[in-house]
């Protein structure tokens, strides 16, 4: 990563991205440039490396911005049109951490709206091409973020996942990408979505920015209850000797050829780096679906509903009187995919299917969370696809919600577990499209996860 210092100015850094930005326009990463600002951030940390003053870890980088986390640069819209001019009040504290120590936002980036979706076909704004061919998705939601990296218009970018919304765009456009812990990232200041899963992540090009990047943004956050004390450390621990399971669950039936062979070539990867690699079977994985669309429809039903025309964002024109005006202003203002999860959120919530489903969803929450810690007292990590398939064509499952939820049968297992789990490039298929493999660990060892993906990459 480069580092503004005595010979690399903070300010050609910025513009060099910016004109990247320019020179990558048709793909649609960003939703807002940061152009003005950006570049007077790095003119003041210029003027502060002449002076011999100290600058941060990060000084003079430029990054990209998922449009979810509030900055008081510019409007946080998380690509809605109920947020379509919303400026935000706050800053959230993984934006506030990497900006003091001296990152610089260039734009904020394009994503599925409210972050709900699998494609960044479901933004306001419009979709966000694949870097690697342009007539396919970028994956989502965090698309925009993915693809910024992917295309070299900045080193890092900022990502949230909630349910595979890091790890599968990071696969379908060739990078790394990471879920870490829950808990890890502190949340504050980022749009909520399903509160119990929303994780804090990024995209780098290798494990060690990555590394650099979360420990920045790691640790105890008094205005999140939940995150955790800081288990990061500024270097990468020493890629020791381990087991890796490859989970047998996600290679069969219904996952694309040229995917299982390219996971099977990075377990043979594995094997050459010096691990130890042995097929496992965890048969509770296959509800893991099932849960996830039961609990976090439910949570994003409840978080969606601050979103009421009253007191901020969006109102509508059209209405007439208070009823009308919630109708109007969530018809208006959310997308289908939005309005789709609020429908199913409410129902599995209402008093006569509360226990039949949600309760019941939490239930397996836990047996699904049990069969983790199970797996990891036989083996360190576990080796999987992050997706059934490489990126798909723009429209092609655009009309079949269920066919877009499968897109996430391979990622949403970890988030209800709550478990580190890191996207890393593991092959291309015969068109040449990127496919990314997925390691997870119990958590707390995201940093092994790193090590690991570091050294099979050296040995390869």
Known sequence: ???????????????????????????????????????????????????????????????????????????????????????????ATAVKRLEDEGAIMIGRTNLDAYAQGSSTENSFFGPTKNAADPTRVAGGSSGGSAVAVALGIVEFALGSDTGGSIRQP???????????TYGTVSRYGV?????????????????????????????????????????????????????IGLITDFMGDGVDPEVVRCVNEYAEKMKKAGYTVEEISIPMLKYGLAIYYIVQPAEVASNLSRYDGVRYGLRSAKAHDLDSLYQETRNEGFMPENQRRILIGNFVLSSGYFDAYYLKAQKAR?????????????????????????????????????AMYMEDVMSVPQSLAGIPSISV????????????????????NDQMLLSIAKHVEEKD
């Open 170 to 180: 990071a696969s379908f456009n060739g990078i790394y990408g990471i879920k870490p």
């Open 366 to 402: 836990t047996l699904l969370i049990r069969a983790y810690k199970e797996a990891f007292e036989k083996v360190d990590v576990l080796l999987c696809p992050v997706a059934p398939a490489p990126a798909f064509k723009f429209g092609e499952k655009t009309d079949d919600p269920l």
């Open 191 to 243: 749009v909520a979505m399903a509160s119990s899963t929303d994780t804090m992540g990024c995209f780098a090009q290798n494990a060690d920015d990555i590394n650099l990047v979360m420990d920045v943004m790691a640790g105890k956050d008094d205005k999140d209850s939940t995150t955790l004390e800081k288990f990061w450390k500024d270097q990468l621990p020493a890629a020791k000797e381990k087991k």
């Open 425 to 444: 490039p593991a092959g291309k298929t015969k068109d040449n499209l990127p496919v990314g493999a997925q390691l997870c660990a119990w958590r707390g």
């Open 1 to 91: 990563m480069k580092i503004a210092d005595q010979k690399t100015k903070a300010v050609d850094l910025v513009r060099e991205a910016l004109e990247k930005a320019k020179q990558y326009e048709d793909y649609h990463c960003f939703i807002s440039m940061n152009e003005a600002r950006a570049i007077e951030k790095a003119r003041e940390i210029d003027e502060r490396i002449a002076k011999g003053e100290k600058v941060g870890r990060l000084a003079g980088v430029p990054y990209a911005l998922k449009d979810n986390y509030l900055s008081p640069e510019g409007v946080t819209t998380a690509a809605a049109k109920m947020l379509d001019n919303f400026p935000a009040p706050i800053t």
